[in-house]
């Protein structure tokens, strides 16, 4: 079945240590997206990427870093400047073109610093 | 800035409708959407409006009126598995998704 899969579904960190979190899709969709979920937040986004090779800053890249090599593939790494980086992670993927907004989520990875 | 208003939390009875209220404010508009989000879980899809009026699909309706900024989610029988968070969520000028922090439904029997 085509989807998303996103791991580790739980992660914890040292302080000062950087992690990856991985999004893989077999939806053949080009456009990628990661949001960071906090409690009585909307989601926010984090970084995307609409082809391989090439992505954008989100509303709150700051701390965080991505690649695109693969357009199955759109990791995420929270470094250690992310100030405040237990949340839940969301992965999405879509298909291409403005209008078509239908988000396809992958389960989520919650990170907790220790 | 822009916006998305809905409420924190909602309790409602099994078998009985209620409607969730999403208003907003944002720099454009390319439809608005209605997600699921199961506690701990990925959120999933439930509707998409971009013309005034009302969309029905099965239990679930999603009105929309762009003129007033404003949408509601009508579910109707009501079933325990409803229980879950519903986020409302705007594409503006850029494409670019908009959310809501997300109303949290609590099914009482």
């Known amino acids: 079945d085509g989807g998303i899969t996103q791991s580790p579904k739980y992660l914890f960190r040292k302080e000062g240590q950087n992690v990856t979190l991985s999004c893989e899709q077999n939806?053949?969709?080009?456009?990628m997206y990661w949001y960071r979920q906090d409690p009585g937040q909307g989601l926010r986004l984090i970084y995307y990427?609409?082809?391989?090779?090439?992505?954008q800053k989100g509303d709150i890249a700051e701390g965080y870093s991505v690649s695109r090599e693969k357009k199955e593939s759109f990791p995420l790494t929270v470094t250690s400047a992310q100030k405040n980086p237990t949340a839940f992670y969301l992965c999405?993927?879509?298909?291409?073109?403005?209008?078509?907004?239908?988000?396809?989520f992958g389960e989520g990875s919650r990170l907790t610093v220790l | 800035g822009q916006n998305i208003d809905q409420p924190t939390e909602m309790t409602a009875t099994e078998g009985a409708i209620v409607q969730i209220n999403c208003t907003y404010q944002?720099?454009?508009?390319?439809?608005l959407f209605w997600y699921q989000q199961h506690a701990g879980e990925a959120p999933t899809f439930l509707s998409y409006?971009?013309l005034d009026g009302l969309e029905e699909k099965g239990r679930f309706s999603s009105f929309l009126s762009r003129s007033k900024g404003y949408s509601y989610l009508l579910l109707k029988e009501l079933q325990m598995k409803d229980s879950a968070s519903y986020l409302c969520?705007?594409?503006?000028?850029?494409?670019?998704?908009?959310w809501g922090a997300g109303t949290k439904l609590i099914i009482k029997p």
């Open positions: 999405a993927s879509k298909t291409p073109g403005p209008h078509t907004g239908e988000l396809f």
């Open positions: 939806l053949n969709h080009d456009a």
């Open positions: 990427s609409q082809i391989v090779n090439d992505f």
């Open positions: 944002t720099s454009g508009f390319n439809g």
């Open positions: 409006n971009v």
């Open positions: 969520a705007v594409m503006d000028s850029n494409y670019q998704l908009i």
